[in-house]
């Protein structure tokens, strides 16, 4: 009896009836939607914004639209504005960014304004940031006021998961990077139910969002690289270098962020230190081109177009003062993400590599080195691996980018993150 007994297989979680899952179909659709719209319409307005900014403006007053003296004035007027957010804006646009991560803290109505006004200065004026965590914050916020509101009977704790999962479907426009995500932060909790039914509300959502913002905006992280076809040998070796190199030139950025962060938090006014930021981004943008400027996103693409246009040093300068655009705009107060400024640079270091050794193909130089850098900046896993992959395009490319990960994972794991405690002193 006690050898039956002991051969008997594990008990397992029961899964949840459908009549559990069902009540959870409307808000889940309701939240991914709204999260789009939300995702959409700033980045949209942002767009405009750099547009004017960036072109009719300097044209209007004679002055070249990338010169180093236009780049000073719209990066030193965009530290102007958002210091005055900051400052005179109810809520102050939310707490220092640099104590958050892709998992943001719920925050009141009052401060969800600012944030949107702030972001959306930011995205228009050039400092390399991306829109994901302020993005991520308003969702959640605003996701948590209309459903207690709207739906008084659903856990509160619902809300956030719903809003994170949306706005990443429609960042990356596909609910697969939301689903990795969230099981991600599942792994750590005690679940009720089998996982699948765990993610049944956030993947609702998520599709949700992805779709819309795939039907409103059309996105797209396909580079358009030349394809790439059966992995070789010296692929391998390439991905494993390549990745691993990348993570550690992260992790230097990681290394001197408390230290940056300190230098100008010791102005102690945003009206001090974002005008500051601007700046020294000011500086950076006329040592590394217009380039270096904004979230990163349509920049990759020029230089994916051409892999072969620059030579293996411009490629290095482009990586290396992007990266030090990345400390300073997150150091400053400045609001915004760091995975697609995080593509640029790891993007610009691998068409380095393939710059340096012509035998690596450019789509391995690019994915690697993407996901290296991702590993160091974010510490997200399945979103480096996807954000890698998404650029090229090529399941082939996947299992490269698996046997990559390893070592790229064993440089940064453990180590101080790219994200603050309240007092300045890493995560780890």
């Not at 646009?93 to 925050?107: K, R, S």
């Not at 790439?228 to 990681?254: E, K, Q, T, Y």
């Not at 938090?265 to 217009?290: F, Q, S």
């Not at 993407?370 to 992959?389: C, E, H, K, N, P």
Request: glycine share 10%; charged share 10%.
């Amino acid at each position: 009896m006690a050898q039956d007994t002991a051969r008997q297989p594990p008990p397992t979680s029961p899964t949840a009836p459908a009549r559990a899952l069902l009540p959870l179909i409307l808000p889940s659709v309701a939240v991914g939607i709204v999260t789009s719209l939300v995702f959409v319409g700033v980045s949209t307005a942002a767009e405009q914004l750099q547009h004017v900014l960036w072109g009719p403006l300097p044209d209007a007053l004679g002055v070249g639209r990338y010169s180093v003296l236009w780049m000073f004035v719209m990066l030193f007027a965009t530290g102007v504005a958002v210091g005055l957010v900051v400052w005179l804006v109810p809520g102050h646009a939310g707490p220092d960014p640099a104590t958050l991560g892709l998992d943001a803290p719920v925050l009141p109505p009052r401060v969800l304004p600012g944030l949107v006004l702030a972001v959306g200065l930011m995205l228009a004026g050039g400092p390399s940031l991306g829109p994901e965590n302020p993005i991520i914050a308003v969702n959640v916020g605003l996701a948590m006021w209309l459903g207690q509101k709207l739906v008084p009977r659903a856990p509160d704790a619902l809300w956030p998961v719903l809003a994170e999962a949306g706005t990443i479907g429609a960042l990356f426009g596909t609910p697969v990077a939301a689903a990795l995500v969230i099981s991600e932060s599942l792994a750590g909790r005690p679940l009720r139910g089998r996982l699948w039914d765990n993610l049944f509300a956030p993947l609702t959502a998520a599709a949700c969002g992805a779709i819309t913002t795939t039907l409103v905006a059309r996105p797209t992280f396909d580079l358009g690289l030349p394809p790439f076809g059966h992995p070789r040998w010296n692929d391998v070796v390439a991905a494993l270098v390549i990745a691993s190199a990348a993570a550690l030139l992260g992790m230097c950025a990681v290394r001197v962020f408390p230290y940056v962060h300190t230098a100008f938090h010791r102005l102690r006014h945003p009206m001090l230190m974002l005008p500051a930021g601007g700046l020294v981004l000011g500086a950076l943008a006329a040592a590394g081109g217009h380039l270096t400027l904004f979230k990163g996103l349509t920049e990759v693409g020029e230089l994916a177009r051409d892999p072969d246009g620059w030579s293996a040093g411009q490629f290095a300068v482009l990586a290396v003062v992007k990266l030090a655009a990345l400390v300073v705009a997150a150091s400053c107060g400045f609001r915004g993400g760091r995975i697609f400024p995080s593509v640029f640079i790891g993007a610009a270091f691998g068409l380095c590599a393939h710059a340096l050794v012509p035998a690596v193909q450019p789509a391995v130089a690019v994915a690697t080195g993407v996901l290296g850098m991702l590993l160091a900046i974010t510490r997200q896993g399945w979103i480096s691996l996807f954000t890698a992959a998404a650029l090229v395009s090529s399941p082939a490319v996947l299992a490269l980018l698996c046997i990559a990960s390893l070592p790229a994972w064993l440089l940064v794991t453990g180590r101080p993150q790219m994200q603050l405690h309240a007092d300045g002193t890493p995560i780890r």
